[in-house]
T-cell receptor, first 112, second 112 residues
Framework: GQSLEQPSEVTAVEGAIVQINCTYQ??????LSWYQQHDGGAPTFLSY????GLEETGRFSSFLSRSDSYGYLLLQELQMKDSASYFC?????????????FGSGTQLTVLP | DADVTQTPRNRITKTGKRIMLECSQT?????MYWYRQDPGLGLRLIYY???????NKGEISDGYSVSRQAQAKFSLSLESAIPNQTALYFC???????????FGPGTRLLVL
């Protein structure tokens, strides 16, 4: 099976850098995805790591290390609009569904 | 216009009633999904469909059924609603293998 763990809450100030970690216990997966969700709105795709290493998209970067069973989302130059929930997700290699499985999410609060 | 739409956006119903949540998409994607979101539990997969003739159960399908009326339409039904089905329901679409999914705005359902 698969289990994804994220911190439930993270707080940072505007302009700072914040890292949201995602650790997992899974028998194997295709890659690690990140989604952003503003207060009850539609989740939106942020990034995908199919291979180990760093992927950068503007102010956001995502990292995956399969050997360490660990990934993270890095948000730089934080803005107030970055206050949202962030979910990591994996699609397992085996199992009955092999569909995207989400972590419980991290609520990021950006303070002025 | 939104690429993935859901109706209704909000619904209040009583225990035992049958209700249907509808999802339409203009993205031309073959794959569609229904998720449920409860506070602190992230997104959980109810059902998914790879094309009109393909319907699959997800993690939490008990108490739910679906219908894929066309490539663009995927409906979720609660045959006999119960209070613990009170949640936020999202429809999503994807092309390819599903790491990148596009979500509708959600339906907030309250079962009394």
């Amino acid at each position: 099976g698969q289990s994804l763990e994220q911190p439930s809450e993270v707080t940072a100030v505007e302009g700072a850098i914040v890292q949201i970690n995602c650790t997992y216990q899974t028998s194997g997966f295709y890659g690690l995805s990140w989604y952003q969700q503003h207060d009850g709105g539609a989740p939106t795709f942020l990034s995908y790591n199919g291979l180990d290493g760093l992927e950068e998209t503007g102010r956001f970067s995502s990292f995956l290390s399969r050997s360490d069973s660990y990934g993270y989302l890095l948000l730089q130059e934080l803005q107030m609009k970055d206050s949202a929930s962030y979910f990591c997700a994996v699609r397992p290699l085996s199992g009955s569904a092999r569909q995207l499985t989400f972590g419980s999410g991290t609520q990021l609060t950006v303070l002025p | 216009d939104a690429d993935v739409t859901q109706t209704p956006r909000n619904r209040i119903t009583k225990t035992g009633k049958r209700i249907m949540l509808e999802c339409s998409q203009t993205k031309g994607h073959d794959r569609m999904y229904w998720y449920r979101q409860d506070p602190g539990l992230g997104l959980r997969l109810i059902y998914y469909s790879f094309d009109v003739k393909d319907i699959n159960k997800g993690e939490i399908s008990d108490g739910y059924s679906v219908s894929r009326q066309a490539q663009a339409k995927f409906s979720l039904s609660l045959e006999s609603a119960i209070p613990n089905q009170t949640a936020l329901y999202f429809c999503a679409t994807s092309e390819g293998f599903g790491e990148t999914q596009y979500f509708g705005p959600g339906t907030r359902l309250l079962v009394l």
